[in-house]
T-cell receptor, first 113, second 112 residues
Framework: DAKTTQPNSMESNEEEPVHLPCNHSTISGTDYIHWYRQLPSQGPEYVIHGLTSNVNNRMASLAIAEDRKSSTLILHRATLRDAAVYYCILSSPGRPGANNLFFGTGTRLTVIP | ETGVTQTPRHLVMGMTNKKSLKCEQHLGHNAMYWYKQSAKKPLELMFVYSLEERVENNSVPSRFSPECPNSSHLFLHLHTLQPEDSALYLC???????????FGPGTRLLVL
């Protein structure tokens, strides 16, 4: 059973916002929600992370449900360079757990010009 | 830009060869990770070192042997591999165990 579940693929038009969902119903109280993305022929890169409150940075925003069982990565204006596989993972600093560092298959985002 | 480097970037080896993958991080991090990414499977965590001690070993076959001589360097020693071990091997580091990870570009391994 997957620790996080994401849609296999999504499409977005260029310059439009994108909402990438992630379910993590077995999240524990100390688990942070991390998002990474992997561009073609590259290693994954960090996008954003959060614990309970919504977070914003220069790349994206992270909206976390009140019960923390789901989250949404928001790209405010998709560009062609945002086409990548997006991974949602759980991690608990300093503490190993069954949920943790499970990348799954991610969501492949296609951006249409 | 990345503070995590991996060498070699590409490697072809026979099943009887012995080779090593090297990872180096210049970020002052205390935790380092090895992942395997196959074409048909999700990214799989293999090993984790924190403060130079192995803290996770996710049922990886003994033909893969990690080594962490100091907090900046991580090796993956390979011997008698199988063709199904062909994959992209990714190294990552983080300030502390399970904190935000920074990945290297990976080593693409082909076992013949």
């Amino acid at each position: 059973d997957a620790k996080t579940t994401q849609p296999n693929s999504m499409e977005s038009n260029e310059e439009e916002p994108v909402h990438l969902p992630c379910n993590h119903s077995t999240i524990s109280g100390t688990d942070y929600i991390h998002w990474y993305r992997q561009l073609p022929s590259q290693g994954p890169e960090y996008v954003i992370h959060g614990l309970t409150s919504n977070v914003n940075n220069r790349m994206a925003s992270l909206a976390i449900a009140e019960d923390r069982k789901s989250s949404t990565l928001i790209l405010h204006r998709a560009t062609l360079r945002d086409a990548a596989v997006y991974y949602c993972i759980l991690s608990s600093p300093g503490r190993p757990g069954a949920n943790n560092l499970f990348f799954g298959t991610g969501t492949r985002l296609t951006v249409i010009p | 830009e990345t503070g995590v480097t991996q060498t070699p970037r590409h490697l072809v080896m026979g099943m009887t060869n012995k080779k090593s993958l090297k990872c180096e991080q210049h970020l002052g991090h205390n935790a380092m990770y090895w992942y395997k990414q196959s074409a048909k499977k999700p990214l799989e965590l293999m090993f984790v070192y924190s403060l130079e001690e192995r803290v996770e070993n996710n049922s990886v076959p003994s033909r893969f042997s990690p080594e962490c001589p100091n907090s900046s360097h991580l090796f993956l020693h390979l011997h008698t591999l199988q063709p199904e071990d062909s994959a992209l091997y990714l190294c990552a580091s983080s300030p502390g165990y399970q904190e935000t990870q920074y990945f290297g570009p990976g080593t693409r391994l082909l076992v013949l």
